[in-house]
């Protein structure tokens, strides 16, 4: 496995002439999609020794629509230049080497369909276009000639490279010209022989026509004479053979001085080897060619079924061939090959590079015929990467072509060894999961709903599940089985199942024993063993806990419930995402730290990424659910919705992320920090997986038709694009079709050639799929761009026309329709000069009209009428004459007998039956009295009425009901739905009414009749609400959604889906709604939810009246009134922190009077808010608010944490400091304002930690410490870590006193005077980090000694008081903690190392069992060793071991009660210590700064406190 970024690229484009090219120096490049990549090839490609000589260095973008043409400059010194063509109309010029474009024209206006470089002329382009137009473009010039040659398709073209003015054309009827350009396209040979499309042409490399012993063939069609004129030889004519390969299964020789075929290759039916299509369908057949240089005498070409020919054209009786690549099986290419080019390497190695519909790029050596290297490619998104947990590096690629690649990224001798599984998907693969134990064993689900299982050590197919899902396969996992388990055949059951979660939202157990049994669908036992009453929430992930112990599953409407086995016991529900949940993922088990497996992160269609610590849930087992609100750790920066997540398997809480917005991001989860940001895709990334070997590899897939390798190391990004990509605008642009593509008519050989490439075997994927140009669809379905196109690139149109079309033609003819009746109004507006008999009323049409004219005819006629009467009537027997006579005159019938009435009835019907008026038929046939046989008549040619239907009762009960029913068919054949369902009423079936009503979504009208008609309890009418209720909740019609749940008395489903919205009215709604209909634990979560909403815009007055909206928040009631009271506090004092802890300005808060109406103490005031608002005036109800507070935990913070969220939860500890202040609970108290003052600290709000101090403790800790009592009490250790905190800032606010030049309440100053370095701004983190760097900053006052600065007595207290902070038994305890982490971390390095180095060698290389300290010796130094380090020593593992293990010795000795409460950094309040003596000289004892040094001495063994200890010593000596 190398360690170089790797690119799976998209598939080359299909059916097209000339897509791929290569240049001398060894540079190919091929069309895929809208873009070309180019690959590097031979020595220059870097790649590492060993592996294939080839690297994806680039890409050129620039086209909107398919690439259908590529072509280099052949020339020397112009190898950087190239051209492509594309459906987008354009022909670009690129340099490939700063890979932008040169120039381009529009000069086509047809779909172009062959491009060439002239190999003549340097700046010469010539390309041609489907109606046969063909332009020369000078580049130099900019010029360009328009040549109209045949009204013929071009299907490709080739310059001579002979002569510059003669260009070669191959037509899709067969016909091959050869014209000459400086003559405006003279045709100089029109070379007939072919009958079907011409997919080549190759000019023989050498000039002349002695280079091959060739006789005309007999069987030539092409006279002497071309064009009617006998051609004389001319330069431009004599001495050339041409080449051409045609779809009729032939290759032919041309003499050019001739004009003729010299020969002719009949392509063999080779026996496929190991494939499974038929060589004899034509309609597969794709011929290229090649002529190889210097040559003449050899032509390769391509076969039926993907095999490459060399034949030898020595002797033209004998027709021999040799085939590429006899030794080795399985290496030619398994599909038609479109695409052969010639490249020589910089080692002057001849090179054949072939492309195929197999979607391989494959490279072959001229010398042996044999295939040197494979370059795979995808041709669909890259939906799903899996790696194996059992055959490490193992990566299963799940691809929307239909096909599942299996790549071994550690295979040393190919970087690409890709394997493909098709058989039995024959659809999108969106979902892959490797089994955890069993080798080779691969799960995968596609987006028809398919489930299987794929043995890939095996070329059996796969075994499919009988039970599908309804829609798209979203996500597979591997699990414990739940009951009921079906049991296998003896009784037992696998130790893993497989679960799969489909789009309609159900989530199914597969016994994988037994695929064919029916899968069980999970809601099942959810809802037995919890009991559950409401709707079920539609699941779109499912995850489980590495132990298996734990499932997770994520839901549509943002929440995510957590699942006990073995009975599936639902004991928690996250309530944090408020959109589709689309990935779930948990930490690993074998990180260094084993509580982080508990760490769950999350993904959804937001941009937020939230990560929970579920530790204290799942151990605690709750009896009923317990509902999360807040995060662990939140992770913002991604712009568009998240699609994959995956933790490193290498660190402690390390997460990359897939997004919408085009980029992959790393983020340091436990510091809440982006670290690195991957931004090589093109398009929205779907998937991406953690290399399981190498730490500093990542692999990533997407909507580009790409799978790249990366390496964090080399990214330059830390963090997500912020904003709109331009991806997003560009796809959106894309998407959209151009307006003269509606107008143009393709040709009829698109819907053949499309209707073709579908006649094979199964092995063709999914080619009934419509083609995109470059775009994508939308997340609901791709199109793919690689399926069977036309030649040449042109669009095919079977599918399209049963997709796009039908709209477009039915809105044409609605168009027509409309206009034709303004120009009917138009027509029938009488101009006020005409006369009133020209408006009279048109005569009724006539119901026997043939009659009519009958009896209109000559007198003659009439007369012989009256005698052929006259006999009839009369005559006693009929002869045959008399009844000829009678038949060809029918209208006699109305004189005569019935039977011959009936026969002028008929004849008259099939007149008005042929002049289209089948009403008038109908009155004829009733007439006649036949109304049942004119019912089955109107029936069957769907051309029933209204009146006769309402005639139908004549004809009997039964007769009428068959033609209500009748008639409502053809009505919804007319899409009248609802009239159908009237009628349909009329006979009583109104459950078929409603069904109908509700199957073509009239769902408020199904309602309405269900509502009328049946019984208020009948199922039917709840299933119609909550089918309606689904449909408009997943478009987003929210209220209309929570009525028809009210309908269905789903009250906590109508809750749920008003609160989707997630603004504060809707969340305030949905809790009333909840507070109604008596779900209180919803409405308390809701009401929750809300009131944090309005936090944002600082609306205290509403946030309050949501809280009042349930009892249970009246703790929360309380808080948030504190956490308002300071606010205004801090926005008085005029800190930063009351004005940026919300989005809005102060002026536009909406404060309650009470903050701002109350003076005193700042506690005080807030006992006076609570006693005389809240009614909080006795010990009992301090305690139950108490209690309700207690069981509320929030998660530690870090520096990331936002202001708003860390100013909530230092107020939830704070109201927690009060209440038990006012129930006299010391112990609590006091342990819950250490957690506040933590909080700030660990968050590096220095600010607000002094801000609690002087709130909370103005006096200091003294009337705490009284209060607590003896040290026996539990919360001492508690209060000593508080009153260490407390001195720890007093100690910062003497130290930036003394930076100061005026008087404080700290110190005195004698006169007025400037530092000597002035400082910048005050810290305001007290972090051991920051403060350190701190410390030794140059931007740092540094007084001298003759300071007239004296100390305050109060400052001379907290001076005095510092030794409770110079603590030794903290300092060895913060000493081994920095020790362990040092290690660790040292280790880690030294175990990625160890990784890469491992990688790099060769596999058979037997490693040293000392190697991995040899090799962390050589490249690893100590970051924590005292005497090595200053040398940079290295450092040995047994070294690091010994380290770790006394380290974690002496923290066991410590007890529980000092690591469980923080202390500040010991080491940082010497250094602080020290600097103040250093300003104010005498102001720390002599005993006080000689410990401060010893601690610093003894412990201060890292860099930064080395440095500190530097700096602070040269001071000390200056004063």
């Known amino acids: 496995m190398g360690l170089e970024p790797r690119t799976l690229p998209p598939s080359p484009n299909w059916y097209c002439t000339r897509c791929s090219d290569a240049v001398p120096g060894g540079l190919f490049g091929f069309a895929a999609r809208t873009s070309v990549f180019l690959v590097r090839v031979g020595p220059g490609a870097g790649a590492i020794p060993g592996t294939p000589p080839f690297r994806v260095i680039g890409e050129l973008v620039g086209h909107t629509e398919k690439v259908s043409g590529f072509t280099f400059s052949h020339h020397p010194g112009q190898y950087h230049l190239c051209a492509t063509s594309s459906d987008d109309g354009t022909v670009k010029i690129w340099d490939v080497e700063t890979k932008t474009v040169v120039t381009e024209h529009a000069l086509h206006q047809h779909t172009i369909s062959a491009l060439h470089w002239s190999p003549r002329v340097k700046d010469l382009i010539v390309s041609g276009d489907e109606k046969g137009v063909v332009f020369c473009y000078w580049l130099n010039r900019n010029d360009s000639q328009h040549l109209f040659i045949e009204p013929r398709t071009i299907f490709c073209l080739t310059c001579s490279p002979h002569h510059e003015d003669l260009v070669a054309i191959g037509y899709k009827d067969g016909i091959v010209v050869i014209i000459d350009i400086s003559k405006k396209g003279e045709v100089i040979h029109r070379l007939r022989g072919h009958d079907d499309e011409i997919h080549s042409i190759a000019w023989c490399p050498l000039p002349g026509e002695d280079c091959l012993s060739l006789n005309q063939e007999e069987n030539s069609e092409e ?70 240089k210097n040559q003449p005498t050899q032509l390769i070409s391509s076969c039926f079924g993907g095999e490459l020919l060399l034949w030898d054209l020595t002797q033209s009786w004998r027709r021999k061939y040799t085939l590429f690549s006899t030794s080795a099986e399985g290496q030619n290419h398994s599909r038609i090959v479109f695409n052969l080019c010639p490249l020589q390497t910089e080692d002057d190695k001849q090179l054949l590079l072939s492309t ?100 890939t050590y095996s070329n059996k197919p796969p075994q499919i599940s009988s039970t599908y899902h309804k829609k798209t396969v979203y996500t597979l996992a591997w699990g414990p089985p739940v009951p009921p388990m079906p049991l296998g055949g003896e009784g037992d059951r696998p130790s893993l199942t497989l679960y799969s979660c489909g789009g309609e939202g159900i989530v199914l157990q597969h016994n994988p024993w037994k695929l064919s049994g029916e899968a069980f669908d999970i809601n099942k036992l959810i809802r037995d063993t919890n009991s559950t009453k409401y709707k079920l929430p539609v699941h779109t992930e499912i995850s489980w806990k590495a132990d298996g112990k734990i499932m997770a599953l994520g839901n549509e409407d943002g929440s995510i419930e957590i699942f006990q086995v073995p009975n599936l016991k639902l004991i928690c529900i996250i309530q944090q995402h408020h959109k589709l949940v689309n990935t779930i993922t948990w930490h690993h088990e074998h990180g260094s730290q084993p509580e982080l497996s508990y760490l769950m992160a999350s993904g959804s269609n937001n941009a937020v990424i939230y990560v929970h610590n579920l530790k204290t849930v799942i151990e605690s087992n709750p009896e009923s659910p317990v509902t999360m609100t807040e995060p662990y750790r939140t992770l913002s920066g991604h712009t568009a919705k998240i699609t994959s997540l995956a933790w490193s398997p290498h660190h402690d809480g390390r997460l990359v992320s897939a997004s919408y917005d085009g980029t992959a991001q790393v983020w340091d989860t436990l510091r809440e920090e982006p670290l690195c940001n991957f931004r090589g895709h093109r398009g929205r990334l779907l998937c ?43 796809k959106k642009r894309l998407s959209q079709p151009k307006p003269k593509a509606k107008k143009k008519k393709k040709p009829t050989l698109r819907m053949l050639i499309k209707q073709e490439s579908l006649e094979g075997n199964e092995e063709s994927i999914k080619e009934n799929s419509v083609p995109t140009e470059n775009g994508v669809s939308d997340q609901e379905g791709e199109e793919e761009a690689q399926e069977p196109e036309s030649p040449c690139g042109l669009t095919t149109m079977d599918a399209r026309e049963s997709i796009v079309c039908t709209p477009v033609s039915s809105s044409f003819e609605k168009s027509k329709v409309t206009i034709n009746n303004k120009v009917t109004l138009l027509k029938k507006e009488p101009p006020k000069e005409k006369s009133e008999a020209s408006i009279k009323k048109r005569k009724a049409r006539s119901m026997l009209p043939l009659s009519t004219s009958l009896d209109h005819r000559s007198k003659e006629e009439l007369h012989h009428d009256c005698l052929v009467l006259a006999t009839a009537k009369h005559s006693k027997e009929r002869n045959e004459d008399m009844s000829a006579d009678l038949e060809e005159r029918f209208h006699l019938g109305l004189f005569t007998d019935r039977p011959t009435l009936y026969r002028m009835i008929e004849t008259e019907g099939k007149g008005h039956l042929e002049n289209g008026h089948p009403e008038l038929f109908h009155q004829l046939m009733l007439w006649k009295g036949d109304l049942k046989g004119v019912l089955q008549t109107a029936a069957e040619r769907g051309e029933l009425t209204d009146n006769l239907v309402a005639m139908a009762p004549v004809a009997g009960y039964h007769v009428w009901l068959w033609a209500v029913e009748a008639f409502a068919k053809q009505l919804c054949f007319q899409d009248q739905h609802v009239k159908a369902a009237s009628h349909l009423l009329s006979i009583h079936k109104v459950y078929e009414a409603v069904e109908l009503l509700k199957s073509n979504h009239f769902y408020r009208e199904a309602i309405a009749v269900a509502k009328a008609r049946l019984r208020p309890e009948d199922p039917v009418l709840k299933d119609l609400y909550l089918s309606w209720g689904t449909i408009l909740e997943r478009d987003g019609h929210y209220a209309i959604a929570a009525k028809c749940y009210l309908g269905a008395t789903s009250t906590y489903d109508a809750a749920k889906v008003l609160a989707k919205k997630g603004d504060a009215a809707s969340l305030r709604t949905a809790a009333e709604l909840a507070v109604i209909v008596g779900e209180n634990e919803l409405s308390a979560s809701l009401a929750l939810r809300c009131a944090q909403e309005l936090l944002l815009a600082k609306n205290w007055v509403g946030a309050q009246e949501a809280l009042q909206l349930h009892e249970s928040l009246q703790g929360q009631r309380l808080v948030f009134c504190l956490l308002e009271l300071l606010c205004k506090h801090l926005e008085e004092k005029q800190l930063p922190e009351g004005r940026t802890s919300t989005s809005s300005s102060s002026s536009s808060s909406s404060y309650h009077s009470w903050a701002t109406g109350t003076e005193g103490p700042f506690v005080q005031r807030v006992t006076t808010v609570w006693k005389s608002v809240f009614s909080l005036d006795t010990p009992g109800k301090y305690h139950t608010a108490l209690k309700k507070l207690q069981d509320v935990k929030y998660p530690s913070a870090t520096n990331n944490t936002p202001s708003k969220q860390l100013l909530l939860h230092i107020c939830h500890d704070l109201t927690l400091v009060v209440l038990n202040q006012q129930v006299a609970s010391w112990d609590e108290a006091v342990i819950a304002l250490l957690r506040a003052v933590v909080r700030s600290y660990d968050s590096g709000n220095f600010t607000i930690m002094q801000e609690i101090h002087w709130t909370f403790l103005p006096d200091g800790c003294d009337h705490l410490r009284d209060k607590l009592g003896d040290d026996q009490s539990p919360a001492t250790p508690a209060f000593k870590s508080l009153e260490a905190f407390y001195i720890y800032g007093q100690l910062y606010e003497i130290w930036w006193s003394l930076s100061r030049s005026e008087s404080s309440v700290w110190a005195i100053a004698g006169h007025k005077r400037t530092p000597l370095v002035k400082q910048s701004q005050q810290p305001d983190s007290p972090r051991t980090e920051e403060t350190d760097s701190r410390a030794s900053s140059p931007q740092e006052p540094h007084w001298p000694p003759q300071s007239d600065l004296r100390l305050t007595e109060r400052s001379q207290r907290v001076l005095s008081a510092c030794k409770e902070l110079l603590s030794e038994k903290h300092a060895i305890l913060q000493d081994s903690q920095r020790t362990v982490a040092g290690v660790q971390e040292t280790l880690a390095e030294m175990i990625r190392q160890h990784q890469k180095s491992q990688l790099c060698k060769s596999t058979t290389s037997s490693p040293d069992k000392n190697e991995l300290e040899q090799e962390t010796e050589q490249q690893v130094p100590s970051t924590q060793s005292q005497c090595k380090e200053e040398t940079n020593e290295p450092v040995s593992l047994p070294e690091l071991t010994k380290r770790l293990t006394e380290a974690n010795e002496r923290i066991a000795k410590f007890p529980e009660s000092m690591k469980t409460w923080p202390f500040p950094d010991v080491l940082e309040c010497c250094l602080v210590l020290l600097c103040i003596k250093s300003q104010c000289p005498g102001c720390v004892t002599q005993e006080t700064q000689q410990q401060a040094q010893e601690l610093l001495r003894k412990y201060g063994t890292t860099k930064t406190y080395r440095r500190h200890c530097q700096t602070s010593a040269c001071e000390l000596e200056r004063t």
Request: charged fraction near 25%; include cysteine; aromatic fraction near 10%.
């Open 223 to 292: 006279p002497e004479i071309t064009n009617g004129k006998v051609k004389t030889e001319t330069p431009e004519t004599k001495g050339c053979y041409l080449a051409t390969g045609s779809k009729d299964q032939t290759i032919r020789i041309w003499s050019c001085s001739r004009g003729r075929g010299v020969m002719i290759l009949k392509l063999p039916f080779l026996k496929r080897r190991g494939g499974g299509i038929d060589p004899t369908v034509k309609e597969r057949l794709w011929v290229t060619l090649y002529w190889p």
């Open 356 to 455: 195929s519909m197999d979607r391989d790029v494959k490279c072959w050596d001229m010398a042996t015929l044999e295939c040197c290297w494979t370059l795979p490619s995808l041709g669909g998104f890259a939906y799903s990467l899996a790696f194996s947990p059992v055959d490490l590096g193992c990566l299963a690629i799940g691809v929307g072509d239909g096909m599942i690649r299996v790549w071994n990224t550690l295979s040393i001798k190919n970087n690409y060894d890709v394997k493909n599984f098709w058989q039995g998907v024959k659809s999108k693969v969106t979902a892959l999961c490797w089994h955890p134990n069993k080798e080779g064993c691969l799960a995968f689900g596609t987006d028809d709903g398919k489930v299987g299982l794929y043995d």
């Open 688 to 730: 991406v997986a953690w290399s399981p070997l190498d730490p500093d590899c990542i692999y990533s897939g997407a909507d580009d038709f790409c799978v790249y390798k990366w390496l964090i190391s080399m990214q330059d990004h830390s963090r997500p694009p912020q904003g709109k990509k331009s991806i997003e605008l560009e």
